[in-house]
């Protein structure tokens, strides 16, 4: 299946997660021993009820295989997944099937050396660690518990010890965002495979906090693009797509052809949003497109995944670049960017609007 559309001229199908998606979030618990100002879930120290058991679980591992292949590789989040005491079995019980995984724990005294060896030994292909300041002052601040910063150092060392490969993930707000060179800074002197901004999402505790201006943003967004070219990870946005808009604006000015663009590795996640490769399971068994779109379209206890992914009237929609409205719709990048779908939805109630961080006028044709 081809489509002609946008500045990709023909879109590939992979573009369209119509099949299943690259990746799920699964949030295994809503538990969690730090209190973030800007958490999705709003964790709590204790379980929420009516968390998804063991068994089911992998009940519903085994209706993966009804994506076919390949299958979806699934991100084990929370709360905190190590606060499920079942959590190995778990892990287990994906290598059985196939399906592969990571990680996303807290860091906390339940986060030791030890544990990430297992994890190595149990199969997961990578975990995520957070570090949302270059200090123990900026960090722990945004943490909420004292001594996280040292921990997460600890933690960074200790994953490299054992040959886990880590994602850090970075918090972007008008607050943190004068301090991301130093926090490079300070990944530079570690092991990490890919640093990845988040660019906040106004939901949850995250409410508390400000957004950057879009100016702001496209200014950063330009600065990341010029030091992913020298870094010595991969430096990746989250629910900032117009990132692959700057980054493409700039080989199209250096003169590559968009054929030349559409073959590069950046191309990797073109299409890559809310809904479009991504879903997300939350620890009652809620659908949703991802974890910062908090409208969920059924229940796994209720309805096999593949069916809510494939065919529920949200994720189709939001699979569809034509759909988007205002400048979003009508933009030339919208194949290989799409706007933050959960963004739209946070600021104007619809997740088919268009993305209020992107400053972008899109070159309408008459």
């Known amino acids: 299946m081809t489509t002609t559309h946008g500045i990709g001229a ?6 369209a997660y119509d099949r299943a998606p690259m990746i799920v979030y699964w949030e295994l618990t809503n538990a969690c021993g730090l209190a973030c100002r800007h958490c999705r879930a709003t964790a709590m120290p204790d379980p929420a009820p009516g968390e998804l058991t063991l ?3 992998e009940h519903h591992l085994d209706s ?18 190590l606060r499920r005491g079942d959590l190995r079995d778990i892990l287990h019980a994906a290598a059985r099937r196939g399906i592969g995984v990571s990680l996303a724990p807290a860091v906390t005294p339940l986060l030791t050396r030890e544990r990430m060896a297992e994890f190595a030994e149990d199969g997961v292909q990578a975990i995520s660690l957070s570090l949302d300041g270059s200090s123990a002052e900026l960090h722990d601040g945004l943490r909420g518990v004292p001594g996280t910063f040292d921990a997460t150092m600890e933690a960074l ?18 607050v943190t965002a004068d301090d991301l060179p130093a926090v490079y800074d300070v990944l530079r002197s570690k092991t990490l495979q890919r640093w990845s901004l988040f660019f906040l999402i106004s939901m949850g505790r995250g409410s508390q906090l400000n957004e950057l201006a879009p100016g702001k943003a496209e200014q950063l967004m330009g600065w990341l693009g010029r030091l992913g070219r020298e870094a010595p990870f991969q430096v990746k946005t989250t629910e900032a797509m117009q990132y692959r808009r700057i980054a493409a604006q700039a080989m199209l000015k250096a003169g590559k052809t968009r054929d030349q663009i559409e073959a590069s590795p950046m191309a ?6 809310d809904g479009n490769g991504i879903v997300f399971i939350s620890h009652q068994g809620d659908v949703l497109p991802s974890g910062f779109l908090p409208t969920a379209v059924g229940n796994i206890r209720d309805t096999p995944l593949v069916d809510l992914y494939r065919d529920a009237p949200l994720m189709r929609s939001l699979r569809d670049p034509s759909a988007f409205k205002g400048r979003c719709g009508v933009c030339e990048f919208n194949l290989w960017c799409g706007g933050s779908r959960a963004r739209a939805y946070a600021w104007t109630g619809d997740p088919l609007e268009s993305d209020p961080l992107c400053p972008y006028q899109p070159k309408v044709s008459a």
């Not at 886990?164 to 707000?173: A, C, G, R």
């Open 10 to 15: 023909v879109r590939p199908e992979n573009w």
């Open 55 to 57: 068994a089911e679980v």
């Open 64 to 81: 993966f295989s009804a994506f076919g292949e390949p299958q979806p590789h699934i991100v084990f989040t929370g709360g905190d997944p």
């Open 157 to 174: 060392d200790a994953a490299a010890e054992v040959g886990l490969p880590v994602q850090v993930n970075t918090l972007v707000t008008d």
């Open 268 to 273: 990797r996640g073109f299409g890559v949003r």
